[in-house]
């Protein structure tokens, strides 16, 4: 589904990713992990191109979506739809939970009228929200919870029908209730998404994760089936990272 091949990346001079290659499985859970400034969000950044709106970016490598360099060419406004990001913290928009799950099929020309309140309920049904906010639709979206405010998010990106679902460290500003609540969504979403997911909780990363790479100072370590990744580690720097030696 997505595929990274030798990815560098440098911030001015700063090189903030040193030839990260990778494969994302379609309808998976990938999880990257690392300490604090190795890479991590960089990298997931790297899959729809968000690096690009950073000033002084500067990107070598490829990085394949359906068999694509995203790279060469590529319509931003088309991979953004398909291959969208959850931030750490939810960012509705100032509007009405409708206008925020219907903002991206109306300005992308996908649904109007009927087809636009159909869209917006499907998205929110994904989500298991619409039971809580079905009946108050014109309700200011930042009236919500801030685990409903994430799940709005959520639905907002699957009202636009992606492929891919990119998340960066979505449950880090809820509390432990919401972030099972959040894990137990990501879980039903891989079904019909494929998912990248960057935690600092590894305890996350194990519960929900089918991949896993350990990223250390812009390298990819380690990359490869989660229990194995936790178990059984091929390289010491990924043990020591798991165990708590360091991080």
């Known amino acids: 589904m997505l595929e990274a091949r030798n990815v560098r990346l440098w911030y001015g001079d700063f090189n903030a990713l040193k030839g990260v290659s990778m ?5 998976s859970i990938t999880a990257i992990i690392g300490p604090s400034g190795c890479g991590k969000s960089t990298m997931l950044r790297c899959f729809n191109r968000m690096n690009d ?6 990107v070598e490598g490829e990085v394949l979506f359906e068999g694509r ?12 739809k398909r291959v969208g990001m959850v931030f ?9 939970v409708q206008e925020n799950v219907g903002y991206g099929p109306r300005i ?13 309920k499907k998205a929110l049904q994904a989500t298991q929200l619409w039971n809580d906010v079905g009946d108050r639709l014109t309700a200011p979206a930042l009236s919500l919870s801030a685990e409903q405010q994430q799940r709005l998010c ?5 009202a636009v029908a992606p492929d891919i679902l990119l998340m960066d460290e979505p449950c880090s500003a809820l509390d432990p209730m919401a972030t099972q609540n959040i894990e ?19 305890q996350q990363a194990a519960r929900v994760s089918d991949f896993t790479g350990f990223m250390l100072l812009g390298e990819l370590v380690e990359f490869g089936e989660t229990q194995t990744i936790f178990t059984a580690p091929t390289d010491k720097r990924t043990e020591e990272y798991i ?3 360091y991080g």
């Open 23 to 27: 494969k994302i499985q379609p309808r």
């Open 53 to 58: 709106l950073v000033e002084g970016c500067r």
């Open 154 to 158: 959520i639905s907002r990106l699957l």
């Open 88 to 96: 750490q913290r939810p960012n509705p928009f100032p509007l009405s």
């Open 243 to 245: 165990t708590g030696r």
């Open 108 to 120: 992308h020309g996908l649904a109007s009228g009927d087809g636009l309140r159909a869209a917006v």
């Open 69 to 80: 360099n995203i790279y060469d060419h590529y319509d931003l406004t088309e991979l953004r």
């Open 184 to 202: 137990e969504l990501m879980l039903e979403l891989k079904r019909d998404y494929t998912i990248v997911i960057v935690t600092h909780n590894m």
